[in-house]
């Protein structure tokens, strides 16, 4: 026996939209509709501005799906804990009756969670290892999207169309997703094995220590929030992205770039000279883009700091974000105990001592230029 069929008209779903948008806003909700969508779905999906994309959602996730009581049935993880494991992911929990989950998820969430407690590490660290990765698929999720949405959108598109060409796209990407991130995982997690040294007081010890010894350098462009009163915001966009995209390519071991914020990126070393070489590269590489790239500054610091979830945290953290806001544009400035730690390899100068907010004593400068010949 076939569904009822559904009043869109009646249930508001089509509400403000009159002739070619409005049949072809009905369309999609048909077809939706056909595909087992259901009506409180549709008023979900359709209230947010998604419809044409929920064509390409259920080819992503199939259309199998599960509430959170049928999920935790399956994988048998604690409801608290499989609540907890949403959250870190930077996803809402859905509500009782919400059917959310695929059964992918769910047995990858079981299987995963299985396999992390059967060699003893605790539930905290496991969330804070999907936090992490949260953070980073979402933005690479985001990414794709808008690479997508470039192919697809056209001047004049229907609805239904949007949503027919955008979930064809991701059908024939989604296959290769799930590989690209384990194979990119995989090459970080070996090269993490290989290039993270244990002392001998930490294996006597049995534990990491609570901070060790780091190199931090940060850059930023200079006039960035000026220019974004400016220009559009698709142009500042552009030099961000250009900037990481700099930045990845003068980086090389054991300099690592650890994020990006914004107009800034934010590099970390075990040693300074390396640091160092990599901040005068930057500004190199900023000045050869030419005039329509805003010169970069740079500031640097050493000194204890934690690792945790792949970021550092501590004094030289703070002290390198406050030394780069006073660096002059096309400069790199470090303080005293960058300096002393690489004295010869560089031409030092005096940049004079300067009181940085978050500081309680002034900080002596000193910038930081190539030997020449």
């Given at each position: 026996m076939?569904?009822?069929?559904i009043?869109?008209?009646?249930?508001?779903?089509?509400a403000?939209?009159?002739?070619?948008?409005?049949?072809?806003?009905?369309?999609l909700l048909?077809y939706?509709?056909?595909?087992?969508?259901?009506?409180?779905?549709?008023?979900?999906?359709t209230?947010?501005?998604a419809?044409?994309?929920?064509?390409?959602?259920?080819?992503?996730?199939?259309?199998?799906?599960?509430?959170?009581?049928q999920?935790?049935?399956r994988?048998?993880?604690?409801?608290?804990?499989?609540?907890?494991?949403?959250?870190?992911?930077?996803l809402?929990?859905p509500?009782?009756d919400?059917?959310v989950?695929?059964?992918?998820?769910?047995?990858?969430l079981?299987?995963g969670?299985?396999?992390?407690r059967?060699?003893?590490?605790p539930d905290?660290?496991s969330?804070a290892?999907?936090?992490?990765?949260?953070?980073g698929?979402?933005?690479?999720?985001?990414?794709?999207?808008?690479?997508?949405?470039r192919?697809?959108?056209?001047?004049?598109?229907?609805?239904?169309e949007?949503?027919?060409?955008?979930?064809?796209?991701?059908?024939?990407?989604?296959p290769t997703?799930?590989?690209?991130v384990?194979?990119?995982?995989d090459?970080?997690?070996?090269?993490?094995?290989?290039?993270?040294?244990?002392t001998?007081?930490?294996?006597?010890?049995?534990?990491?220590?609570?901070?060790r010894?780091?190199?931090?350098?940060?850059?930023?462009?200079?006039?960035?929030?000026?220019?974004g009163?400016?220009?559009?915001?698709?142009?500042?966009?552009?030099?961000?992205v250009?900037?990481?995209?700099l930045?990845?390519d003068i980086v090389e071991?054991?300099?690592?770039?650890?994020?990006?914020?914004?107009d800034?990126?934010?590099?970390?070393?075990?040693?300074?000279?390396?640091?160092?070489?990599?901040?005068?590269?930057l500004?190199?590489a900023a000045?050869?883009?030419?005039?329509?790239?805003p010169?970069l500054?740079?500031g640097?610091?050493?000194?204890?700091?934690?690792?945790?979830?792949?970021?550092?945290?501590?004094?030289?953290?703070?002290?390198?974000?406050?030394?780069t806001?006073?660096a002059?544009?096309?400069?790199?400035?470090?303080?005293?105990?960058?300096?002393?730690?690489?004295?010869?390899?560089?031409r030092?100068s005096?940049?004079?001592?300067?009181?940085?907010?978050?500081?309680?004593e002034?900080?002596p400068?000193f910038?930081?230029?190539r030997?020449?010949?």
């Open positions: 076939d569904a009822p069929r009043d869109f008209q009646a249930e508001g779903l089509l403000g939209l009159d002739g070619e948008q409005r049949a072809d806003r009905l369309a048909e939706l509709a056909a595909d087992g969508v259901s009506l409180a779905e549709l008023r979900t999906v209230a947010s501005g419809l044409p994309f929920l064509p390409a959602e259920r080819v992503i996730g199939g259309k199998e799906r599960y509430t959170t009581a999920a935790v049935e994988t048998g993880i604690e409801l608290q804990f499989f609540n907890a494991m949403r959250r870190a992911m930077g809402p929990v509500g009782a919400e059917a989950y695929t059964r992918e998820e769910i047995d990858a079981a299987e969670t299985q396999r992390v059967s060699v003893g590490i905290g660290e969330l290892l999907i936090r992490t990765l949260g953070r698929l979402a933005q690479a999720s985001e990414t794709m999207r808008a690479m997508v949405l192919q697809v959108l056209e001047p004049g598109m229907s609805e239904f949007l949503a027919r060409r955008y979930a064809d796209i991701v059908a024939k990407l989604t997703a799930g590989p690209l384990s194979s990119i995982l090459i970080h997690l070996r090269q993490m094995a290989l290039g993270e040294a244990i001998a007081a930490e294996r006597s010890g049995g534990r990491l220590p609570g901070s010894e780091v190199a931090i350098c940060f850059a930023d462009l200079v006039g960035f929030t000026r220019l009163e400016q220009v559009p915001p698709e142009d500042l966009s552009r030099l961000a250009r900037l990481e995209a930045t990845s071991a054991p300099v690592r770039l650890v994020k990006t914020i914004g800034a990126v934010m590099l970390a070393s075990a040693q300074p000279e390396p640091i160092l070489d990599a901040g005068l590269a500004l190199d000045d050869a883009e030419g005039e329509e790239f010169q500054r740079v640097t610091a050493i000194g204890p700091a934690l690792s945790r979830a792949g970021d550092w945290f501590g004094r030289p953290v703070n002290l390198a974000s406050r030394i806001q006073v002059r544009p096309g400069s790199l400035l470090a303080e005293r105990e960058v300096r002393e730690s690489a004295p010869e390899r560089y030092w005096y940049a004079g001592e300067r009181r940085l907010r978050g500081v309680s002034p900080v400068l910038r930081a230029r030997l020449e010949g």
